[in-house]
């Protein structure tokens, strides 16, 4: 008698007075003002499909770091605290090899395209291969032993020492490099504008230019690349029986580590693929990009449902789109407020994100 | 056993060399020592070096003496940046100033560069009864009773003492006419941006009041993320609200660069202006192509403008150190002149006699001209200049009235 009359006091429903509660205030203060923001989209159509097109670009990329995030945790329940700063290295790289070669917008296409396929495979394989490094050295000798929290620790000093590799590379001044590290070490890097900016809708009022295409286009061919991969071949039978239970995976005769290298492996090769993307699309890159696009992308992933990779994808998409619409009609200095406030919502009717299932949250 | 008496010996030793250290500095008592601090890593290096030159340039016509050779002067160059944040840091701020405020010998402040670090350490120095000469703070509220928040500036005088001068004009004076230079440059509509630091938004709150008062048509007020990775879809909205003109308030640490590249790269082909914050080759080098055309202003005159003594400063400051002054540099050479000046007059390592000496400056004889502080700290200068980016560089266009 006694026990069940505890458990009726704890069978509170909390969670359900908490979900109640933020319907009612989002109903009581947010229902007049998101009557304006439509009747504002509304009234211009255009600037709405832009700014759409322009989340839609942002969420590209944003997905493909995310997707890094999102491998690695589904395998070894590891955050990777790096990996924002595998990107920004991606990005460094990029420039640098883009240096080597001479690339300026004057290249003509015939050289450059090639070129610039050159530069993303060589980035992709750069940051793939550091990434596995670091898995290597650093994660895989603690995994297994004592808490999570030590490869977590770890993840934040990797992320650390790559953020200080980042500030020494503005120093380099190799003769082949063309100068492209400009005279000061710490500002922000320009890129030359190598994708081209005319506008592909010219005419209808909306713009979206060649270079938003090719972020766009890049970003799916890897992502659907990516997916095939783990839904369709042995390996990504590997990783996926890997994520579900590693210990039953060892049993089946799967090598668990080289398992895991190769989610390191192709996060990491994402990574750089968004690190060259975006520098050639915002055309700067700075030491310190890899702290607010890791954290923007980290939470792309929970959004989703860490683990998912349909759901890292779908995060970034409506980060990018959110973030967009927040600039445009609310105000920029809200934007990052509006997406960790819309986050926060999110999880509490969905605590295992969009697409997460219980499974995925294994911690 | 034999290691721990090793390292016991050493360290005897070691604490030995440290109090005869120690003993040197506090016995000598003709030594002065004057400090600057400024951001001396990441992309303000190219201002502060100038700056550093210039203090070093007026510290050596005086053979590092002071009061007819009474006092020898020690120059100490603080960095008040990290490399970790790429520009200046509160709490390196904060231990620039403890340092000195606790080092008796030090007699003088020069700095800072960023009017935010300035809030820091005023409060600090001015509780040590430290005097500090800032050759680059602009922000009204530093000095203005009426001009920044309402407990301004009172708050950061905590002994009721002014401690603090500036040797250059406030942005109540560059916002205002920076807005009156957009209006004679045709600009009839203004999207105004901020990068939400003290400075940037107060210079940018005073340039949209004054553009409104001018009639111009402001058509938003917007505070930026200096660490967002862009900024299209803000550009997509001012290209949407279509101003002849975009203000940015703020500093180039603050993505100023990116800004600019997003806002062309959607289409915006109308005019863009910024204050001294910009005014560096470190901004042209970030916005690259797209920074031709911007215009920035700045207090006083470019260097290569002085006249009459400061002429020869400019040409002795180009033959010393090879290389053109950036536009603080004359006001490094100007804060360190007042530093001089002072130490001379009083005579004596006091620090509030020389206090006392800096605040009522009047009628000095500078190489900006003949100036006072007023009783807040502010030079009685008020020369505005207008530039402009030609050919990747800031070229002077006009003196704005």
């Known amino acids: ?363 | 056993m034999k290691r721990v008496s090793i390292l016991f010996v050493l360290m005897m030793v070691a604490s030995l060399f440290a109090s005869c250290g120690s003993l040197a500095s506090v016995g000598n008592g003709s030594t002065i020592k004057i400090v600057s601090s400024l951001p001396r890593t990441g992309s303000s290096k190219g201002q502060t070096d100038s700056i550093v030159n210039a203090i070093k340039q007026r510290l050596e016509e005086a053979n590092y003496k002071a009061c007819d050779g009474k006092f020898t002067i020690v120059y100490e160059d603080m960095d008040d940046a990290t490399a970790a944040a790429g520009k200046w840091d509160a709490a390196q701020e904060a231990s620039n100033a403890n340092k000195a405020a606790g080092d008796t010998s030090v007699m003088m402040y020069i700095g800072t560069f960023n009017s935010g670090a300035a809030k820091i350490s005023i409060p600090i120095l001015n509780q040590a009864g430290l005097v500090m000469i800032s050759p680059a703070n602009t922000y009204p509220g530093l000095t203005k009773p009426g001009k920044g928040e309402a407990d301004e500036p009172a708050k950061y005088y905590p002994n009721g003492t002014n401690n603090y001068a500036r040797v250059v004009p406030a942005d109540d004076l560059q916002g205002a006419a920076a807005a009156r230079w957009a209006q004679s440059l045709g600009a009839a509509s203004v999207y105004v941006l901020d990068d939400t630091e003290l400075y940037g938004k107060g210079v940018a709150d005073v340039f949209e009041a004054t553009a409104k008062e001018l009639g111009l048509d402001v058509k938003a007020h917007d505070g930026i993320d200096g660490k967002a990775a862009d900024y299209r879809a803000l550009a997509a909205k001012i290209v949407d609200a279509a101003p002849d003109m975009v203000y940015y308030g703020g500093i180039t640490q603050n993505n100023a660069g990116q800004l600019l590249k997003d806002i062309r790269a959607e289409g915006f082909t109308g005019k863009f202006m910024g204050p001294d914050g910009i005014y560096e080759s470190a901004f042209i080098e970030a916005a690259g192509a797209d920074a031709e055309g911007v215009y920035a202003t700045f207090g006083g005159v470019p260097a290569e403008k002085l006249e009459g003594d400061a002429a020869t400063w400019y040409a002795n400051y180009k033959s010393k150190y090879n290389a053109e002054p950036e536009v603080y540099a004359v006001y490094g050479y100007e804060a360190a002149n007042v530093a001089m000046n002072a130490l001379n007059t009083v005579c004596k390592a006091d620090r509030a006699a020389i206090q006392a000496a800096v605040m009522g400056t009047k009628d000095f004889k500078g190489i900006l001209g003949t100036w006072s502080f007023d009783a807040n700290g502010d030079t009685s200068l008020t020369a505005m200049s207008g530039a402009q980016v030609v050919n990747g560089k800031f070229e002077f266009v006009t003196a704005i009235k």
């Open chain 1, 1 to 363: 008698m006694a026990a069940s009359h505890t458990r009726a006091v704890r069978n509170v429903p909390w969670r359900s007075i908490g979900k109640i509660f933020i319907v009612i205030f989002c109903v009581l203060f947010l229902t007049l003002p998101f009557i304006e923001m439509v009747k504002a989209m509304i009234a211009d159509p255009q600037l709405l499909v832009r700014q759409l097109l322009i989340g839609l670009t942002n969420g590209a990329y944003i997905a493909l770091i995310a997707l890094g995030y999102t491998l690695v945790y589904g395998i070894v329940e590891l955050i990777n605290f790096a990996h924002g700063d595998l990107y920004m290295l991606g990005a460094f790289f990029s420039l640098t090899l883009i240096g080597t070669f001479a690339l300026t917008p004057e290249t003509p296409w015939l050289v450059r395209g090639p070129l610039l396929l050159v530069v993303l495979i060589a980035t992709m394989a750069f940051t793939a291969t550091l990434n596995m490094l670091v898995d290597r050295w650093a994660y895989r000798k603690l995994r297994g032993v004592g808490s999570r929290m030590a490869a977590l620790i770890s993840a934040i000093g990797i992320s650390f020492i790559f953020q200080n590799l980042g500030l020494l590379w503005g120093y380099l001044r190799l003769p082949f490099m063309h100068g492209v590290m400009g005279s000061n070490a710490v500002a922000p890097k320009s890129f030359p504008a190598l994708f081209p900016n005319v506008n592909l809708l010219a005419g209808t009022g909306v713009r979206f230019g060649a270079k938003d295409l090719i972020v766009v286009g890049v970003s799916v061919v890897l992502l659907a690349a990516l997916y095939i991969f783990v839904t369709r071949t042995r390996l990504g039978k590997a990783m996926r029986a890997t994520a579900q239970d590693r210990d039953a995976a060892a049993l089946m005769g799967i090598d668990v580590n080289r398992t895991i290298s190769l989610a390191f492996i192709l996060g990491g090769a994402l990574a750089g693929a968004s690190g060259m993307l975006v520098g050639l699309y915002n055309g700067t890159a700075v030491f310190d990009m890899g702290f607010t696009a890791g954290l923007r992308s980290f939470t792309a992933a929970v959004l989703g449902g860490i683990g998912n990779i349909v759901g890292a994808m779908l995060g970034g998409l409506l980060i990018g789109i959110i973030s967009a619409m927040s600039d445009q009609y609310i105000s920029t200095k809200w934007t990052n407020a509006v997406v960790f406030g819309i986050l926060v919502i999110i999880l509490v009717f969905r605590p295992t994100g969009l697409l997460g299932d219980d499974t995925a949250q294994k911690a």
